[in-house]
């Protein structure tokens, strides 16, 4: 495996890879790579030729009291996992390679990103979008992978490709990939370290009363009853505070208060000890 840590770098090894043919798959990481990753680049790895995978902590997307100094950063091992997995390039940029002094342009997405992780966390998928189209700007996959665990950060660069007319890859080439969840259910997440042991026990909470939430409307009971049920049940079974709960269509994320023909999708944000988890599921 290659690693590229500059923009020249990053052109001598893709020239490389492009002469022998076959096509290229990205997928895009902020690093702390744990099986949820390494799906991704499973899945890369049977629908193209070649993979890169990109590790960046990208800093446009943290606010300023977020996780940006304490998230986790393990080049060696991210790296030494992605060379068994048969990754071809590493593109592993510092923020000068990617934010050089002067530079001035910002993307954003309405509509999908306005509500939950996007009013919870202001201009969080500004960086998402404005990174993720140059990195896509600089590798030119085929086709790229990313994580139904983000589900509304997936909606928002499905969106981008689609309104900026993006061709590498086409927005039908953005693949989600479902979300790979720990034996107790908990979704995996880099964020997962941060927790206590009690609070990595409890955190299990998140992803059982999310189906006892989803049972109970598919069942016929009131959107909002339930929602406020699996907060509160949240809050008892050791979760600090929840951040939303929220229904909404599945395609384009707008908020329902009852259980539509069309797919739904339940999604969460909730905070336990300093650690805020996310989760989302299909409803219906
Ligand atoms: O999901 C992530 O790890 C990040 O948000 C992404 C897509 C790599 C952009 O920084």
Redesign the pocket.
Known sequence: MQTATTLDMLRNAQAGLRAGGGSVALV???GALHEGHLTLVREARKACDHVIA?I???PT?FGPNEDLDAYPRQLAEDSAMLEAEGVALLWAPGVEAMYPSGFVTSISVSGVSDNFCGAARPGHFD??AT??CK?FNQVMPDKAF??EK?YQ?LAV?RAMARDLDLTRPHVQDIIGVPTVREADGLAMS?RNRYLSPEDRANAAALPREMKAAIAAIEAGADVGNALATLERRLVEGGFASVDYAALADAQSLAPLTSLPPAPARLLVAARIGGTRLIDNMAVG
Do not use: A, C, K
């Open positions: 895009p990481t902020m990109s960046f902590v990208n997307q960086g998402v990174v993720v990195l990313f994580g983000d950060q660069i880099s």
